[in-house]
């Protein structure tokens, strides 16, 4: 099956540091990239949507200025928390979808982030 | 607005059947996903259904009713290592998934 890799899957910064999350799909080309937020005990927060080549599409309330989305291949998508604040912290998970098949999602693992 | 409705939590004994419900109200409609949950992981396939009727796949069978806006998640002979949250998701008009709050489940021996 299709799968989808994150890097790192767990990180800690300071307060008002940077931090990059990398997607990657590792065996089929992803038009399309979704970055979710998962806080402790609640469901997937669908933070935005980007396609290969073009500007992310956030979902009301995520800041873009913030959430730099970057999916400038097929295969990569990046996301990068911008002065990171300790309410950020939280399990980001990316999922893949191949254009040929729009019905499925391919999840990657997840990405722990801790903001001290 | 779009909406998708399971309970919070249930408890089932090791062993036994549980079913997990799911109403939902999406603009359009291009499939129903369940997935599954282990605290600390990310969410894991395990079916879809587009056409109305019952889907098996071992332990896991899942069912669709497009016209009542329904559907449930079967599992049998629950194991512990079932316990996790399970997660409704619908794939809208526009291919975006809407999710569930998700459901979480807890096995007891």
């Known amino acids: 099956g299709a799968v989808v890799s994150q890097h790192p899957s767990r990180v800690i910064c300071k307060s008002g540091t940077s931090v990059k999350i990398e997607c990657r799909s590792l065996d089929f080309q992803a038009t399309t990239m979704f970055w979710y937020r998962q806080f402790p005990k609640q469901s997937l927060m669908l933070m935005a949507t980007s396609n290969e080549g073009s500007k992310a599409t956030y979902e009301q309330g995520v800041e873009k200025d913030k959430f730099l989305i970057n999916h400038a291949s097929l295969t990569l998508s990046t996301l990068t928390v911008t002065s990171a604040h300790p309410e950020d912290s939280s399990f980001y998970i990316c999922?893949?979808?191949?254009?040929?098949?729009?019905?499925?999602?391919?999840f990657g693992p997840g990405t722990r982030l801790t903001v001290t | 607005g779009q909406n998708i409705d399971q309970p919070t939590e249930m408890t089932a004994t090791e062993g036994a059947i549980v079913q997990i419900n799911c109403t939902y109200q999406t603009s359009g409609f291009n499939g129903l996903f369940w997935y599954q949950q282990h605290a600390g992981e990310a969410p894991t396939f395990l079916s879809y259904?587009?056409l109305d009727g019952l889907e098996e796949k071992g332990r896991f069978s899942s069912f669709l009713s497009r016209s009542k806006g329904y559907s449930y998640l079967l599992l049998k002979e629950l194991q512990m290592k079932d316990s996790a949250s399970y997660l409704c998701a619908v794939l809208d008009s526009n291919y975006q998934l809407i999710w569930g709050a998700g459901t979480k489940l807890i096995i007891k021996p």
């Open positions: 999922s893949a979808r191949d254009l040929a098949e729009p019905y499925e999602q391919y």
């Open positions: 259904n587009v």
